[in-house]
């Protein structure tokens, strides 16, 4: 019997429904590990001009990132700078709906484009 205070949740769990989602995950997981670095460069790029085209967001990201006008230019086809620019989309979830809703992406493409660039892969230490 529950204490005062809290409350008896009882869940109820169907197999099959479980196995389903487990499946559709293991699915998605499989997609975005297979995204080439050519096509997490590009996703990168279409970040940076969605990013430079919302000019509240552009002053925002030039005043966090430390980044000048020039250095957009000079620096957007450096895989650290495009891994920047996603870590930087990827900090608020308005940001990432409206990039990905922009351009017809899921809302996982932004992460799984960043791991595929050279250096930016999550480190797992076990």
Not at 40 to 52: F, G, N, S
């Amino acid at each position: 019997m529950p204490s005062a205070g809290r409350a008896a949740v009882l869940l109820t769990v169907n197999p099959n429904s479980v196995n389903e989602t487990f499946l559709k995950f293991e699915k998605i997981e499989s997609d975005l590990n297979e995204m080439k670095q050519e096509q997490a460069e590009i996703i990168a790029l279409q970040a940076l001009a969605w990013i430079v085209s919302e000019d509240d967001l552009r002053d925002v990201f030039l005043g966090a990132s430390g980044a000048s006008v020039d250095d957009l230019r000079s620096r957007a086809a450096d895989p650290d700078f495009q891994g920047a620019v996603l870590g930087f989309l990827l900090m608020d979830d308005a940001w990432i709906t409206g990039f990905c809703d922009a351009h017809g992406l899921s809302y996982e493409t932004p992460y799984a484009a960043q791991q595929s660039l050279p250096g930016q892969a999550e480190v797992h230490w076990t």
